[in-house]
């Protein structure tokens, strides 16, 4: 039967598996409302991407002073630099996400502006 130190002890601990799903986890759906954000808004080249740097720093902000008290080395194996990495796949989540939304916001407001440009003439 193992003791707490020995979990403590194992190379995979549990608890800390998780605590890093949710983490992933957070900052997928972040990267997820920054792309939904950036399209909605129309957000164009750098502009669109400097929202994503913003909130990938603004959600990593949250995560260290709320769940990480100030000690990301404390939870995460590559401390502050693994805290702020985004990650390849939320890169492309983002990008996934900011083109649907703008040519979906794009072809909507095509469409409103015909239907007002009808109505006024």
């Known amino acids: 039967m193992s003791t707490t130190t020995d979990n403590a002890a194992q190379l995979i601990f549990a608890p800390n598996v998780m605590h890093n799903q949710a983490l992933t986890s957070v900052k997928f759906l972040s990267s997820c409302f920054a792309g939904a954000v950036a399209g909605i808004l129309g957000l164009e080249n750098w502009l669109g991407f400097a ?71």
Do not use: M
């Open 51 to 121: 929202l994503f740097i913003a909130s990938i720093v603004s959600t990593s902000f949250i995560i260290y002073a709320i769940n990480c008290r100030g000690k990301p080395a404390k939870y995460l194996p590559g401390g502050l630099g693994e805290l702020v990495n985004p990650g390849q796949d939320n890169i492309f989540t983002f990008i996934l996400v900011w083109t649907l939304f703008y040519g979906a916001h794009l072809r909507l407001f095509r469409r409103s502006t015909r239907i007002y440009t009808n109505l006024t003439h």
